[in-house]
């Protein structure tokens, strides 16, 4: 009876673990990584077409993306999931597969240009996707689920996305049986729309997530949407636009929320009908599976504006944007507005083409309303970024730049806190993942000091044997060292400092001879055609 930390170790993407118990192999998550990687990853312990079953705690890619990778190695298991995780990764699977094949197209059309040798493939397929939706097996909150003789499962509301849960399992060997509670993402309390979330009483093992594992946030929704007000009345006032990159599942209905609010009591002054944009074929789908599942996962506040006959999540003036032509239109109208685009941390989707037409207008504001990892464009844009590429042009970050703090779909320090002190008896064991590297490592050192468990934080590769209570590996990273991260990041510095060396010398260069002039930018931009790739 193992568990093997395969991902999302000392970083925050990615989440994947594995367990093995009386012959079955098992995954606990199969995410995307998103974002820089600070260390390596091991392999899947066992062959994809071995796994024999994936327990999914809800549908955001990088926790759910890297399912359809999994089914074109071979598995052909079973996925157990919420109904409503199930409905939100029929469509955001399919969105993924998408994405991986345009960029492989993209990338084989710059080769066939540059009269290369075209070897992009997407890491997998429109295909691959829908088979591994045909694996999950749709599951209720609260009911012990028999998966085998010796394995069995829960799960219970988590409050992080419409359908997301932690997840009891139960596995039996040599006559022993030991439980385990993977939390998956533990929900922030008070959010708009869903449930907060709910505990478990009892484990032998937690496995649980660390994101905000160092600070404090606290959702006020009155200041939240007098925040987002004032940043709307602003940027409309001079005549801009307010661009949200928002990730579509969970944080853009959460937006839609306090806009409605908002346009109800007519905060904004002047603008009473003002258009919202949601820009993104995936969140409108998945508003759609929202509203559907608002009897079993939304909150007491949201049912009641149910009840009185008011959609939560609608108003007079949005406009949902499906089609290609409908995005571009968007930018060629005058009208002040407020887009609502993914992906949440602009790496990529339609969020990229209203950047492009935005960032550098001096009237309008970007504003950023969730995580955003590290090496992520949003996260270098939140960061003071002056210039960034989009689409092969240089653009001036000339816009307003607002964070607006609170809104978050992961617990704070005192909602993990809560979540874990909740169990009536301490576990054996806390493994604390899914949190950056200092992150994950000051929050064992609080559970360990102040509270009394028995917490780490594993490496990848790193495997714990259940019925010892013991480690037959812990692993050390295997690749990045955070010396070697530093480093890293000294040598970015330099790069940024060779940037604005160079545009000192261009500006020095004005009034020399146009043929000079045309040989220096053709110079400037064979360097960047090798290096933007």
Excluded at 85 to 97: F, G, H, P, Q, V
Excluded at 150 to 172: C, N, P, Q, Y
């Amino acid at each position: 009876m193992e568990l093997i930390f395969v991902r999302a170790n000392h970083e925050v993407t990615g989440s994947c673990h594995y367990l093995y118990s009386n012959g079955k192999h098992i995954l606990i998550d199969c995410g995307m990584e998103q974002g820089t990687d600070v260390f390596e990853n091991i392999e899947l312990p066992v062959s994809e077409a071995l796994i024999d079953y994936v327990f999914l705690t809800h549908a955001h890619i990088d926790h759910s993306g890297l399912l359809p990778l999994l089914y074109a190695r071979g598995f052909r298991g079973k996925i157990y999931a919420t109904e409503a995780t199930m409905n939100l990764c029929s469509i955001m699977l399919r969105d993924s597969a998408h994405i991986q094949m345009q960029e492989a197209e993209w990338k084989n059309r710059k080769a066939k240009r540059n009269k290369q040798i075209q070897v992009a493939d997407p890491i997998y397929t429109m295909q691959d996707a829908d088979g591994v939706i045909r694996q999950i097996i749709p599951c209720v909150y609260g009911k012990e689920i028999k998966v085998s003789d010796d394995i069995k499962i829960r799960f219970t509301d988590i409050g992080h996305l419409l359908g997301s849960a932690s997840i009891e399992v139960w596995l039996t060997e040599q006559a022993e049986t030991k439980k385990i509670v993977f939390s998956g993402d533990i929900g922030n309390k008070n959010q708009p729309l869903i449930r907060d979330p709910r505990y478990t009483e009892t484990a032998d093992y937690v496995v649980m997530e660390s994101t905000y594992g160092d600070r404090y946030h606290t959702i006020d929704k009155v200041n939240y949407i007098n925040e987002l007000t004032e940043i709307i009345q602003k940027t409309f006032d001079r005549g801009g636009n307010v661009v949200i990159p928002s990730f579509a599942v969970g944080r853009t209905q959460e937006i839609l929320y306090f806009l409605r609010k908002i346009k109800a009591d007519r905060l904004v002054q002047g603008y009473s009908n003002f258009p919202v944009y949601v820009d993104s074929p995936l969140a409108v789908e998945a508003t759609e599976i929202f509203q559907k599942n608002n009897q079993t996962c939304f909150d007491e506040e949201a049912l009641e504006l149910v009840h009185k006959g008011i959609n939560p999540i609608s108003f007079p003036g949005l406009r949902l944007s499906i089609t290609s032509e409908e995005s571009k239109a968007i930018n060629f109208d005058d009208t002040p507005k407020v887009i609502i685009s993914a992906s949440g941390m602009c790496e990529a989707g339609r969020i990229r083409h209203h950047l492009k037409h935005n960032l550098w207008r001096t009237d309008s504001a970007v504003v950023f309303v969730g995580y955003q990892a590290n090496g992520t464009l949003g996260r270098m844009i939140l960061d003071g970024l002056k210039e960034v590429r989009l689409f092969g042009e240089t653009v001036e970050v000339n816009a307003s730049i607002y964070k607006i703090q609170g809104l978050s779909g992961h617990a704070d320090k005192q909602g993990l806190l809560d979540w874990v002190n909740a169990f009536s008896q301490k576990p054996q064991k806390v493994f604390v993942v899914h949190g950056e590297d200092t992150v994950s490592e000051a929050f064992v050192q609080c559970l360990n000091t102040e509270y009394g468990h028995e917490a780490v934080a594993p490496y990848s590769g790193s495997r714990f044997n259940l019925l010892t209570n013991s480690f037959t590996l812990f692993a050390e990273p295997v690749t990045l060292k955070k010396a070697e991260v530093r480093r890293i990041s000294e040598v970015f510095k330099r790069l940024l400092a060779a940037h604005q060396r160079l545009l000192g010398v261009i500006q020095r260069n004005e009034g020399v001879a146009n043929k000079d002039l045309a040989k220096f930018a053709d110079q400037i931009n064979s360097l960047c055609d090798k290096w933007d790739r």
